[in-house]
């Protein structure tokens, strides 16, 4: 198509004014408008236009659930902690809980600060894995501590080389000292044994879930005099499943918690329940012509007689034996035996 000049058909794709209700409602918004709008403010030094939609979007994609009682519990772990690295640096130690969030496991992965040590434990009774991750200072605060380092110089950090042997066995015996005192904290909560597997240094070699799945990461910040660090306690949601409905108790033994007023009350309801009893005269096997020819009026045999017993049955399961008779002019029968019935264990119910 030739010209210069819109057509009709073309100016319909460009962009409208709205009509002008005298208030400037015809006027076209710019980019920064439609931007403060939508609340994709872009923040002073920020370029990118679109990472105001790309921070909703990931907000939306990692929406978890709270874990109440898992707080707890490490709240209890950061009170334990303190007295445990406190005998075993024979120093004085104080633990605090710096975050409690959850996010992905690759995006934790990329978060880590190298050199760094990571630690794999197993929790055996739930059959998967956690990661503990030393950071640098926390590992050399250790060392100059059980080093015999003097006080107030700080902990020496040595850039570009690899932990020695004294420097890995030296974390390991902390690492048992803190997974223990995990175990403990778990304890009023469900037994568990947290047991170590590996140490390593690089962060791809640790990985425990995958990099899609959902964790818990708490920040814990250790302070020893002048001289501390960090230490970091991931556990992926896949570990925590088989004691979930536990950690969603809003206090401890909330779900174990015995309510007598509502337990006399199902007591009564329970004794006052109806239930029908059926008695079991006969049973046949019968050929299908034969039941087809059945009419009103047919008799049918019992193979029964009067002094043999009957049973009696709630729905399908059978409660007792009896014996069939008559009293004045009604037919009646007179418990027996009661059955033995079979759930896992043999009872005896009798009414």
């Known amino acids: 198509m030739s010209g210069s000049s819109d057509t009709p058909a073309e100016a319909d794709w460009g962009p409208q004014a709205l009509p002008d209700d005298g208030e400037g409602a015809g006027r076209v918004l710019n980019q920064a408008e439609i931007d403060s709008l939508m609340g994709f403010e872009v923040t002073p030094g920020e370029t990118d236009r679109s990472s105001g939609m790309q921070r909703i979007i990931n907000s939306g994609l990692i929406s978890y659930e709270r874990l109440p009682m898992l707080e707890i519990v490490f709240d209890r772990l950061v009170r334990i902690m303190s007295t445990s690295l406190r005998n075993f640096t024979n120093d004085n130690v104080e633990v605090s809980i710096d975050t409690v969030s959850s996010l992905r496991f690759g995006d934790y992965l990329d978060t880590i600060a190298l050199p760094a040590m990571l630690a794999v434990f197993k929790a055996e009774e739930w059959e998967n894995y956690g990661l503990l991750v030393i950071d640098s200072t926390m590992i050399y605060s250790i060392v100059d501590v059980l080093l015999g380092g003097r006080r107030g110089s700080g902990a020496t950090r040595i850039e570009g080389r690899p932990y020695t042997t004294i420097e890995r066995g030296l974390i390991e015996r902390m690492i048992h000292i803190v997974l223990a005192d995990l175990s403990t904290s778990f304890e009023p909560l469900c037994p568990i044994n947290f047991r170590f597997e590996r140490l390593e240094v690089n962060p791809r070699l640790a990985a425990v879930s995958r990099l899609s799945n959902a964790t818990v990461l708490a920040r814990l910040d250790i302070d020893i005099e002048d001289r501390g660090g960090r230490i970091e306690l991931l556990l992926p949601y896949a570990t925590l499943e088989p004691v979930r409905e536990l950690l969603l108790q809003q206090f ?100």
């Open 252 to 351: 401890m033994g909330e779900k174990f918690g015995r309510d007598s007023i509502w337990e006399n009350h199902l007591a009564d309801e329970l004794w006052g329940t109806e239930v029908e009893l059926d008695v079991l005269l006969d049973e046949q096997t019968m050929r299908l012509s034969d039941i087809l020819a059945l009419q009103p009026g047919s008799t049918i045999i019992l193979g029964r007689g009067s002094d043999v017993g009957v049973t009696l049955r709630c729905g399908p399961i059978g409660l007792f034996k009896g014996q069939v008779g008559r009293r004045k002019d009604r037919v009646a029968v007179r418990i027996g035996t009661p059955l033995l019935r079979q759930s896992g264990h043999v009872e005896s119910r009798r009414s």
